[in-house]
């Protein structure tokens, strides 16, 4: 027994250094046996939820592009440049803001013609001038891209809609996500069979994020008998919640 009481303190000892943040630990003091005492963490709920909201859009964006080709480069430049003249003037005659229009990409590349066996050959130039639009007024989607076509424009990339000021579909959809979580916690609770406490912490994801550009058409194949139906839909605004409650 001599022997074995020594070995136990030293082992006790040991676990007490070893032990992790979580444990409260008491230093012997004047030969006093060394005690260890757990804090438990107190139980906990996390979970998430979110809430959504459906918003009509209340403006547009159109992403178009004019593209030509010539046998050099400052010729095709140059033809680009007298139909994007047409193109902006189309855009004013349409109602559309100079604030509202931007160039979003201008590009020049040499293009060739590729034979098998043999080096390629320099065909000429393309110019490649794109701009982005936006359209606060949904009416007025349709006639606009029906009259940059008629300027010139022979590419659009597509449409994209969206909200001028989100906030208030933001503020809704979070107050529905808040109370998804607190259903959630309750339910949880009572089928645990216990008190559910005070929340911990909230923490929130997602939001408003405008609807990507869908292709449009081709804008040779647009008809100018009449302004192209364009159909705005809805938008979808989420909020996703994580929240921690405390269980008593």
């Known amino acids: 027994m001599t022997r074995t009481l020594p070995a136990l303190m030293l082992g006790a000892a040991l ?65 680009n440049a007298a139909r994007m003249t047409q193109v902006m003037a189309a855009l004013r005659r349409a109602g559309i803001e100079d604030r509202n229009v931007q160039t979003s990409g201008l590009n020049l590349s040499a293009q060739y013609d590729y034979v098998e066996n043999q080096p ?15 359209i606060d007024d949904l009416t007025r989607v349709g006639s606009t891209a029906d009259a940059v076509v008629a300027a010139g424009v022979n590419q659009i990339d597509g449409i994209g809609f969206g909200l001028k000021d989100p906030s208030a579909a933001e503020n809704r959809a979070r107050q529905l996500a808040v109370r998804a979580l607190q259903a959630k916690a309750a339910l949880y609770a009572q089928a645990l069979g216990v008190d559910l406490g005070g929340i911990r912490s ?17 804008a040779e194949a647009m008809s100018m008998d009449a302004s192209t139906p364009v159909a705005a839909g809805e938008l979808t605004v989420r909020i996703d919640i994580t929240g921690v409650y405390d269980l008593r």
């Open 15 to 79: 676990t007490a250094a070893a032990a992790p943040a979580a444990l409260a630990q008491t230093q012997p003091q004047g030969g006093a046996p060394l005690t260890i005492q757990a804090v438990t963490e107190r139980p906990a709920l996390n979970l998430s939820a979110y809430g959504e909201v459906k918003a009509a859009p209340d403006m547009a964006t159109i992403s178009f592009g004019v593209v030509t080709e010539a046998a050099t480069a400052a010729e095709a430049m140059a033809q």
């Open 202 to 218: 909230l923490t929130e994801g997602g939001g408003y994020s405008p609807r990507p550009p869908v292709m449009y058409a081709r």
């Open 120 to 134: 390629p050959r320099l065909r000429g130039y393309q110019a490649n001038n794109r701009v982005t639009v936006v």
